[in-house]
């Protein structure tokens, strides 16, 4: 009965060990398999932060290029409108000074 028994249990573990070896290789190629996917997943993360970061710059450098030509337009349209300004002026003071001469001469009679 102990011969029955010892003999029992030593098949047992026998067939452990060798289930145990195989699912060990099995987990070491699981383990490299995640541990290199996890390197690919950085790497890929690693590049689109780089990419996002040149993008951000493009679209910076794009703002100021746009902003500048705002304010060169603002300047220039600010320019004209203070000669227009100065030129209707200088007619509203040319057509006061006319109006005036002929008030002159309507009150002198004419000389």
């Given at each position: 009965m102990k011969k029955l028994l010892l003999s029992t249990a030593l098949l047992l573990v026998l067939g452990l060990?060798?289930?145990s070896c195989?699912?060990?290789k099995k987990s070491e190629d699981?383990?490299?398999?995640?541990?290199?996917?996890?390197?690919?997943?950085?790497?890929?993360?690693g590049d689109a932060v780089e990419e996002a970061a040149e993008?951000?710059?493009?679209?910076?450098?794009?703002?100021?290029?746009?902003?500048?030509?705002a304010v060169d337009k603002a300047v220039?349209?600010?320019g004209e409108?203070?000669?227009?300004?100065?030129?209707a002026a200088a007619d509203a003071v040319d057509d006061a000074a006319?109006?005036?001469k002929d008030k002159l001469k309507e009150a002198t009679g004419g000389n």
């Open positions: 060990s060798f289930t195989r699912d060990t699981a383990v490299e398999n995640a541990v290199e996917a996890t390197e690919e997943a950085a790497e890929a993360a993008a951000a710059g493009d679209a910076v450098e794009g703002a100021v290029d746009a902003a500048g030509e220039d349209a600010a409108a203070a000669d227009k300004a100065v030129d006319d109006a005036a």
